[in-house]
């Protein structure tokens, strides 16, 4: 499903190249769930952005499904990612104009996604926020924020959900009920789920754990 060969992120700094994750190889089967630990600036979050195609590896290639997205031209990395991949951010990233229905309602759009309103309706309810979808982001607590941010996410049915710490602007009981919907999206569904988190609650109950320090993997685990 998902495979990294020796996956490596520099930039260049004012002191110089920067490395920020350094070569990194390994695999993630289909319907895993995986948790992508480590304390902050251990390189989370690039990671994940390379998984997902948003930023480019200095070397190395990610392959999503055996095709290696680092080949892929912006137009086709684009269709790729709307297929495939659905993102969860910390920060939730709704559109603050657009209303909850509207907001899971734009990546069918963007798609040609045939009868989207009734579909992104049907998200928002296997969210738990049946009724809201006239809300604004603004008019929403922070964990409906995050819930439509998942069926968002889910809006083009894809195979892989990356979340960067989904739970990390939430309180601790938010946060458990955004972990339970993510574990049974993934059990129901039988999805790729990967997480970037801080939260030693939700990487327990991942399938694997792959941990970071200063930009290296130093452990992967397996659980299940």
């Not at 709307?82 to 104009?97: D, M, R, S, T």
């Not at 579909?119 to 009724?131: D, K, S």
């Amino acid at each position: 499903m998902i495979e990294l060969s020796e996956v490596s992120r520099t930039v260049t700094s004012g002191a110089g190249p920067l490395t920020i994750l350094h070569p990194a190889s390994f695999k993630i089967s289909r319907g895993r769930t995986v948790a992508i630990t480590g304390p902050s600036g251990s390189g989370k979050s690039t990671l994940l952005g390379l998984l997902a195609g948003l930023d480019a590896p200095t070397t190395g290639a990610v392959r999503i499904d055996g095709v290696n997205i680092t080949q892929l031209g912006e137009e086709a990395l684009a269709r790729l990612r709307g297929e495939k991949i659905g993102i969860v951010f910390q920060f939730f990233h709704l559109l603050p104009a657009l209303t909850a229905l509207e907001n899971v309602l734009v990546p069918m759009e963007l798609m040609g996604v045939s009868q989207a309103r009734a579909r992104a309706t049907a998200l928002l309810a296997e969210v738990g926020l049946t009724g809201r979808g006239h809300h604004y982001p603004s008019q929403l607590s922070g964990g409906e924020q995050q819930r439509v941010a998942i069926a968002r996410a889910l809006a083009n049915n894809p195979p892989i959900l990356l979340a960067d710490e989904p739970t990390g602007n939430l309180d601790s009981a938010t946060g458990r009920q955004v972990i339970d919907l993510l574990m049974r999206l993934n059990q129901d569904r039988g999805r790729t789920l990967v997480l970037v988190t801080h939260d030693a609650e939700l990487a327990v109950v991942a399938d694997e754990t792959i941990a970071l320090r200063d930009g290296r993997v130093v452990s992967q685990t397996e659980r299940a």
